[in-house]
């Protein structure tokens, strides 16, 4: 059996199992995303680890699933930056930059102490802190897009935090990793050239997406090329990612968060959702929800391991909806905003997962506490689309926003 039939049969149970785990949960009122990390869960080692049947013999198949989950993420991610005005995100400001903060310092405090309190050094300690610190708020957006209300003060406040919480996330790693290096003054020359490259990214890539997005789109519509704008703001995407990543030091959500909320100020902004919307939610975000089930194997958790698992879910929502929902008190909104915020920004998703794998590789945390890592974001994960779910009450969400945007399921 080819490497290619393979992956054929493998998507045809992942995207159809991840639609029909999206239809029941939406038949029980639940956020169709719900329904597709569960369906992960089922399909992943934890109970059926169906890519390990004899009929999948290809090693690679489970990398190949990943890049197109990958590929998911930011195809979210663009989706909801194009449905943000960027005058709403900039009125967020100041609700964002201490939601965002305050989301990064409790999680790193609370995180370091629970290290601490199950026998790890301060260094382990420490980067546990800093793995709970991150946010991965697509589960929170897809859930905002099914419920109608991303354009909310809320849905607005807890994309702009995140934007901060990424920033200071990611900073905070290239620090921990510069002072480790046995040259101290090199480490804090490393620093700064982080925050400079940082810096860099964002005008470059902001002056881009103002200035020549505009034009280009309305250029690209004009020309005899089929779908050639979809296929433009694709490339886009990509681009933005890769340099997000490897001159912004950046997520390359950000970067594919960035290029949404720049062409949400074209012409062709119906267009554009309409065309990715159809490539994002009929493919690759599917795959993205059922990947995350699929990189979690409960099995693995046992004893000491298990414990430290739950007692990180509990430090992980506590911490973040605590330091997030106070800095958006502190911002002006109202407790009820602040817990809503607070609890969008739950989910640890690939953010928490990729600083997770950075601590493996440089033998800053053990196989075991990694295996708890990733129950604590596939569990934080689950629980923020049915928290968000019970927050909004269903006759408060066409006031909120009655703008249509299109559902996992």
């Known amino acids: 059996m080819t490497s290619f039939l393979q992956l054929a049969i493998a998507l045809t149970i992942i995207i159809s199992a991840a639609k029909l785990g999206g239809y029941l949960s939406y038949r029980i009122g639940q956020p169709s995303v719900l329904g597709e990390l569960m369906v992960g869960i089922i399909l992943g080692p934890s109970v059926m680890n169906f890519l390990n049947f004899p009929y999948f013999m290809d090693e690679h198949l489970p990398e190949v699933i990943h890049q197109m989950a990958e590929m998911g993420v930011l195809l979210l991610m ?73 354009r909310s003060r809320v849905g607005i406040g807890l994309l702009g935090a995140a934007v901060f919480d990424d920033i200071l996330v990611l900073l905070g790693l290239s620090i921990f990793t510069a002072l480790m290096q046995p040259a101290l003054g090199s480490g804090f020359i490393s620093i700064l050239w982080i925050v400079v490259k940082m810096i860099f990214f964002l005008g470059v890539a902001s002056l881009l997406g103002w200035w020549i997005f505009p034009r280009l789109s309305r250029l690209i519509t004009s020309l ?47 267009r554009l959702h309409s065309g990715i919307a159809t490539i994002a939610y009929g493919v690759f975000v599917p795959v993205f929800f059922i990947n995350i089930g699929l990189s979690a194997n409960a099995r693995e958790l046992t004893g000491e391991s298990g414990l430290l698992m739950l007692v990180l879910v509990l430090v992980a929502v506590i911490s973040k909806v605590l330091g997030s929902g106070s800095g958006a008190l502190l911002g002006g909104f109202t407790r009820r905003e602040a817990l809503q915020l607070g609890v969008g920004m739950i989910s640890r998703g690939e953010v928490g997962l990729i600083i997770a794998a950075v601590g493996i590789e440089e033998g800053l945390i053990q196989p075991s506490v990694f295996s708890a890592i990733v129950g604590v974001v596939i569990l934080t994960t689950v629980i923020t689309p049915i928290l968000l779910k019970v927050l909004y009450p269903k006759s408060k969400k066409v006031q909120i926003n009655t703008q249509n945007t299109p559902g996992g399921a």
Request: net charge neutral.
């Open 78 to 150: 663009f989706l909801a930056g194009l449905d943000l005005h960027l005058s709403d995100l900039l009125k967020s400001g100041k609700v964002a930059a201490l939601a965002g903060s305050l989301g990064v310092v409790l999680p790193l405090a609370l995180g370091t102490g629970t290290g601490l309190l199950f026998s790890m050094n301060a260094q382990s300690s420490l980067f546990v802190g800093l793995i709970l610190s991150a946010t991965s708020v697509s589960i929170s957006a897809q859930t905002l897009m099914e419920l109608k209300v991303l």
């Open 224 to 270: 005899p090329i089929s779908q050639g704008l979809i296929a433009f703001a694709f490339v886009i995407i990509l681009f933005y990612g890769w340099t997000a990543e490897t001159i912004g030091q950046m997520a390359a959500i950000t970067g594919a968060f960035l290029a949404g909320l720049w062409f949400g100020r074209t012409t062709e902004k119906k």
